[in-house]
Structures are given as C-alpha cells and as structure tokens.
C-alpha cells in the first residue's frame, strides 16, 4: 500500500463561476476560503481532491455573447480563462479546473439524466411562467410584482422576468419533499449555517413543484439524451460537474470509488436552494450517494454597499493582490468576515488587519525575537532552561491550536481559528514585553536563551498553522526559523519542538506596514 492509499480522501469544491463576465472579488472569496480548507485537509494528512471551474452555459451566456456580436463558446473560453487566471493570481491549490463544454461533462450529463429518466422522475410537459434569464429561473405569478418603470421583477432577486412558454422535460421534484426532509433531520450538519439551512428547510416545507428541466428556445446546452430539440436546464449541467470531476458516469473508476460522495460543496447564499434541494433530489433520484455538507458562505459588499457594474464599485481581484499582497487579501478575507455571514470591506479595513495583525502582532515579533538570536545566539535556535509556568502555558496554548483549529476548519469556521491563534500571538508579545529579553541579556543570559526559546517555538507552531490562509508569508517564517523540510511542514510535526542548536538564516521582514503610495 502506497501512504496515498492509506490517507482519508476528501473531496472538496467550489461553486463553478458563470464566466459571463469578470472574476470579482466574491468569486476570489469563495475560491480563497475554499483552497484554505483543501490546503489546511493535506497539511493534516488528508488526500485531497479540490475543484473549481466555469459553467458555461444557458441562456445569460448566449445572451451576453450575442450583445458582443460573438459566440457562447467564444465568450467562453475568453472568460473562462480570466477565472483561470483569477486561481493563478489568487494562489489557488486546484487539482481540476473544469468546464462544462469539457467532453468528458457531456457525458456525465447525460448519464445522469439517463438515471433520473430511468427512475422514472423524468416526463414531458409544457411549461409557462415568468422566467429570469439573469437567474435562469422561473417564478410563480406571486413570486414577481412589477414595479414603478411599468417592467416585472422577481421579488427575491429583483431581475426582470418575461413571460415564457415552451415545451419540456420535467424532474419529478414534487415527489422528493418527504425524503429531502427526512434527509435534513436526520443530517442537521448537511447545510450550514443554521440559519441558511433554515431557510431551506422552510421552502420545501411549503411544498416543492416539478422542476422544468430543458429549454427548446436556444441551444447553447448539453443536448437532451434521446430528443436534441431540447437542451438540459443549465442548473442539471452545471450541478453535475461535482460528479464529472471524479469520473462519472464510470462509478466504477479509482477517483469516482475513492472521493464520491463530496466532503463540502462551498457556495453562496444565492445558491443555496440549488444545491440543498435540487442537487440531493436529483442524486437520490440518479441513485447516487449526497455530498456531506453544503457549506453556505455570504455576500462580500464594498463598504456595506452591494457591489454592482453600474455603481462602479466592483474589485477585481487581482487589483487588491497587486495593491496589497496576495496573503494579506487572504488573510483579511478568511479573519475579517464570519463565515456563513455577510461581510463588508474597505480599503481602511484591508489596511487595518495587515498593520495591526500582521505586521505588529506577527510580523514585529518574529523580527524582534529572531534579531535578538541572530546577535546573541550565534544565530542559532537557543538552548532553554528550566522553564516556568509563564513559558508552559504559552507553550501549551499553542501547542492547543492545532486542535481548536482543525475543529474550528471541520465547520469552516477561518475566522475563529485565526482568532484563537491570534490571541496566541498577542500573549506572546505580552509575554516578550514583560520578560523583556533585551534586559535579561545583561542579567540572566540563561533566562534570555528560554524566552527566545519560547518565543520561536509558538512562531514555528503559529506558522505551520497559518500555511493554508498565507502560503507564501508562511513558508518564509518557516524558512527564517529553520524549518524547510516538507516534513517539518506538516500538521504531524508540530509536536516536534525546535531543536538547540539550528542554525538559523538572517531574518528578514516578511509582514511589512501598508504604506500609502505617495500622491
Ligand atoms: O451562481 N460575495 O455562478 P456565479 C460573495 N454558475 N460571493 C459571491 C458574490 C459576492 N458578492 N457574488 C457571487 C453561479 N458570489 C453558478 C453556480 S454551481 C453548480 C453553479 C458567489 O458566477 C456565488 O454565491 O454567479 C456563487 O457561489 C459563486 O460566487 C459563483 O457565482
């Protein structure tokens, strides 16, 4: 056996962006958060399968390609690169990026089509209702009210809806109420938050319709198996990109046995209803296992306010990366907002982590500490004394971390976990203040070998611990305090403390201040 063979797969994915458009900084917020957790899973020994992608069709990409006078699948493959680019420029761990024109999606499409059709969930009707071409939805006459420019809005989105009627396939939704709510009972942890989930579990309570499934009125789609007059509801593609990626329609296959079911489908608000109702009724219908957990996160808005083209206030991700420093955007992301709740940035807020957090709390320490060893210490990790109950409870709160984390990241909780390390690192610099090496250098030379001791031990914890926020910045501390190896790297070391006597490369700043480009 082989150590992959060995580990706990875990399968992870990101919504797949519609690239109608440009990455914007909520697509980089899911994405960042979503890579924290694959790359935190493989630090802590799991085998890890991470995808994200581009879902690439339905009507709004036709639509928007037909304004640029090209086609869908040029529209496509232009913007499905500038996500592509987007997971380069955000630092992005991915095994697959995939897109639903990939061949290999059709046929998963299809399959599972084929599935739900066999089941006998699948049948053929009209369907005519007021549809959302933004959201690729249909509404109930209630769900819609036309508003003071005399043009029908859905309620709930506020896009405009026009009345449509056209043939089409319809998913027996109607018949999978029960089962989806004997599903949330039994797994209260398969959507979270809780009070996201609520609200889908009162949606179906209230009753669930037939699900129109196919559209005659375009093309842009994966053809309909059987009947190419139709081509499949964008949302039955798109969803079933989570099974193409580990091999289906071959169930049989290594990758489909070794990570099907998902461990976490990571998404927004918006999406929640897609893939908390549809997406399990459809899988039970295909006979097919659920995902573990839908991961809900909210809405990034650019100081309280929705961000929207016409306001001018959408950030490009990659701008803030240039701006700021790619881990601290990371960092301020994942620390700033809970996640599950609606968060708010601004350029003052941005500034405020990276200069109170990263650069005094952690940045200053380092420097400060490993300064002090570089002069005094020969440039080497010291050896400690006898230690006190100061250093044994730091050592020992550190020492936590791992634990508070990995509970902490098993619910996607990256704010409280990089709270609690944090709270670490501002008692450390209590500590540093207090036993005051600098003095200790004249008095107690002894005393002064074990606090820079301490001090670089929770550095060496703190920083393996923070690799899947800030990979970079990371591997440099971890470079500057001796630590290289790939192995000294991983969740399993960090009960390995610092041995006497590394040598230690000079240190060098890695979290500087913001400073404000000169006018
Ligand atoms: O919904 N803040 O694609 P999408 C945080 N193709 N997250 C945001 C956001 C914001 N301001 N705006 C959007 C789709 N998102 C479908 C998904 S999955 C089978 C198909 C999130 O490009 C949004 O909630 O509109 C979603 O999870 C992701 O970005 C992609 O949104």
Redesign the pocket.
């Known amino acids: 056996m082989t150590s992959s063979d060995s580990k706990t797969p875990f399968y992870i994915t990101?919504?797949?962006?519609?690239?109608?458009?440009e990455?914007?900084?909520?697509?980089a917020?899911?994405h960042i958060a979503t890579d924290a957790m694959a790359r935190f899973k493989r630090l802590d020994g799991y085998d890890v399968f991470f995808m994200t992608g581009?879902?690439e069709h339905g009507l709004k990409m036709q639509q928007s390609a037909d304004k640029e006078g090209i086609t869908a699948k040029e529209l496509a493959d232009r913007n499905s690169a500038a996500f592509l680019q987007m997971e380069a420029d955000m630092g992005t761990s991915y095994d697959r990026f995939i897109r639903t024109t990939d061949a290999d999606h059709y046929a998963a499409a299809q399959a599972i089509w084929k599935r739900m059709e066999e089941n006998g969930d699948i049948y053929l009707s009209k369907y005519s209702g007021w549809y959302s071409v933004r959201d690729e939805a249909y509404y109930t006459e209630d769900e819609t009210e036309v508003r003071e420019d005399g043009v029908r809005y859905s309620k709930e989105t506020d896009t405009e809806v026009t009345w449509t009627e056209e043939e089409s396939y319809f998913f027996r939704l109607s018949a999978y109420q029960d089962r989806l709510l004997a599903l949330y009972e039994s797994q209260p942890d398969f959507a979270a938050p809780r009070s996201r989930f609520n609200e889908v579990i009162s949606f179906v309570k209230g009753g669930l319709e037939d699900l129109s499934i196919s559209r005659t009125t375009f093309d842009w789609g994966v053809p309909v198996p059987g009947n190419p007059d139709h081509v499949m509801y964008?949302?039955v593609d798109?969803?079933?990109?989570?099974l193409t990626g580990v091999g289906f329609p071959d169930t049989e296959s290594e990758t489909f046995k070794k990570y099907w079911p998902a461990d976490v489908?990571?998404?927004?608000?918006?999406?929640s209803r897609?893939?908390a109702i549809f997406?399990p009724a459809f899988l039970m219908s295909a006979k097919l296992k659920l995902p573990k957990r839908i991961m809900i996160?909210?809405?990034?808005?650019n100081k309280g306010v929705?961000?929207s083209k016409s306001l001018g206030n959408v950030v490009a991700p990659k701008e803030w990366a240039d701006q700021y420093g790619l881990d601290s955007v990371r960092f301020f992301l994942l620390r700033e907002v809970p996640f599950g709740g609606?968060?708010s940035y601004s350029h003052d807020a941005v500034v405020g982590r990276m200069n109170s957090d990263l650069a005094n709390n952690l940045g200053n320490l380092a420097q400060r500490s490993l300064s002090m060893v570089a002069k005094n210490c020969g440039g080497a990790v010291p050896q400690p004394g006898a230690l006190t109950p100061e250093d044994t409870a730091l050592l020992e709160a550190a020492g936590n971390l791992l634990q508070i984390s990995r509970e902490a990241y098993d619910v996607q909780d990256f704010h409280g976990a990089l709270e609690a390390t944090w709270k670490v690192l501002g008692d450390t610099n209590a500590y540093f203040a207090e036993q005051a090496p600098w003095v200790l250098r004249k008095t107690d030379v002894e005393r002064m070998n074990t606090v820079l001791y301490v001090t670089l031990e929770v550095l060496r914890i703190v920083a393996i611990l923070i690799q899947p926020v800030m990979p970079d910045s990371a591997a440099k501390l971890l470079t500057v305090l001796g630590q290289d190896d790939d192995a000294a790297r991983q969740f399993s070391a960090i009960g390995t403390p610092l041995v006497p006597g590394t040598e230690l490369p000079a240190p060098t700043p890695i979290f500087p201040k913001y400073e404000e480009p000169a006018e």
């Open positions: 990101t919504a797949i962006s519609y690239p109608n458009g990455p914007h900084i909520g697509h917020y899911e581009t879902d964008v949302w798109a969803l079933t990109n989570y489908h990571v998404i927004g608000k918006d999406i897609f893939h997406w996160h909210g809405f990034l808005h929705k961000m609606d968060g």
